[in-house]
């Protein structure tokens, strides 16, 4: 089989939890702020969120690791829909792994400002697929 053959299916589901997981574990032990609005676009400046957050997010949204860079290759994946996850076989719906990635890093960072507010996990909202 040829690898154009190939697609990667994801569950999306479970991949915003686990965006929105390393988001809240990232900040989990930063001083947290009175502020309802705490800003982290400092932190998007960093090696870190360029070097660790950004390819693992790439990498779960589905992402191709073939080109420069990690994960940087936008492909087609097969998303398996909402309440699906776990039935064989999965209605999957064609997307741009940058539509999920878009996703995930929204997931990524409501979890760390729930973190930074001191919320609990999953006090709010997280973005749906």
């Known amino acids: 089989m040829s690898d154009d053959t190939q697609i990667t299916v994801v569950k999306p589901y479970y991949q915003i939890e686990e965006a929105y997981t390393n988001g809240y574990e990232r900040f989990e032990d930063a001083e947290t702020v009175d502020d309802d609005d705490p800003q982290i676009q400092h932190f998007y400046d960093t090696a870190a969120h360029a070097n660790h957050v950004l390819p693992r997010l790439r990498s779960m949204a589905g992402f191709d ?5 990690t994960f940087t290759v936008e492909r087609q994946i097969a998303a398996i829909e909402p309440g699906c996850e776990e039935d064989e076989p999965a209605p999957a719906e064609l997307v741009s792994s940058r ?7 929204n997931a990524w960072e409501r979890g760390a400002l729930d973190a930074l507010k001191g919320n609990d996990r999953y006090e709010t909202e997280l973005p749906q697929w």
Do not use: M
Not at 65 to 69: A, E, H, L, N, V
């Open 99 to 105: 539509i999920l990635f878009d996703t995930l890093f």
């Open 65 to 69: 690791d073939t080109g420069p860079g």
